[in-house]
């Protein structure tokens, strides 16, 4: 009897250290991790940046949204919120948190509330994708999917090609979604009147990936929360929230840096 209590105990031993192992894993684990890359840049005027910021905050404050969190398979995933511009320009605003219960979300908007909200020159789209790609091999967790969730009000005007940066990404197993911000009528050059069919043909890619156009000040909140539901239930087989306007393909070379760098020359 002793010799086999013997041999019994290095096999529990295992077990115990594989059971151990498991759950340290575990904990490591996330459903999602997701960066929220909101556009700062000078065509984005005061009140549109506040709305758009508001939107955010009201969205991680919901409980339509911590409902989404916790029916994950983990029931957590792991946020960071970052504002961008131009090519070399974008600052994280909240660092990457671990949202798994209602209090960690309501206190992640909390932060974001507190922070003040910057305003910067050009917009880079493919400088966002490419940060948001950066940040996300660092996450210090383990996530089952990653998505940066690009906003902005209109096309890639500095940098290297929104394409190449989109595809790149898609490579990695990142879904990139959009929220073309359609407020105002275009007025200058870096303005195009289809911006949700530009989003749609040059911007997004990968896994499931969608837009959520705002063509309404009072459609912000609501258009930000159910992407951001979206994006934690991960409900991929589903068709776009809402359909971009413009049917046929954008030309993405001539919709951007291409076209502003030959315009400015």
Known sequence: MAAMR???????AVVMMVMSTVAAKAE????????????????MDPDEQELQRQGFVEALRSPQVHQAIAGGTLGRIVVSYVEWSGENEQTVIVPWTVLDDE??????????????????????????????????????????????????DGPNSSGRAVTRARDEAASQGITINGLPIMLKRPSGFGD??????????????????????VRERQQFAEAIRNKIIREI???????????????????????????WDQWRN
């Not at 960066?35 to 840049?41: F, T």
């Not at 917009?123 to 998505?147: E, W």
């Open 233 to 259: 239930a991960d409900l991929s087989s589903t068709p776009l929230i809402q359909p971009a306007q413009a049917a046929s393909p954008v030309d993405c070379a001539t919709r951007g840096s291409a076209g």
């Open 6 to 12: 013997l041999r019994i105990l290095p096999v529990l």
């Open 103 to 152: 209090p960690d979300a309501v206190a992640f908007a909390g932060r974001l509330a507190a922070a003040p909200v910057s305003r910067m020159r050009r917009t880079s789209i493919s400088g966002a994708i490419d940060f948001g790609v950066r940040l996300l091999a660092d996450t210090g967790v383990t996530p089952l999917r990653k998505v940066i969730d690009i906003s902005g």
């Open 28 to 43: 490591t684990e996330v459903d999602l991790a997701l960066v929220l890359a909101v556009d700062v840049s000078r065509s």
């Open 192 to 213: 195009i009147d289809n911006l949700d069919a530009y989003y749609r043909d040059c911007v997004i890619g990968g896994r499931g990936a969608f837009i959520v156009p």
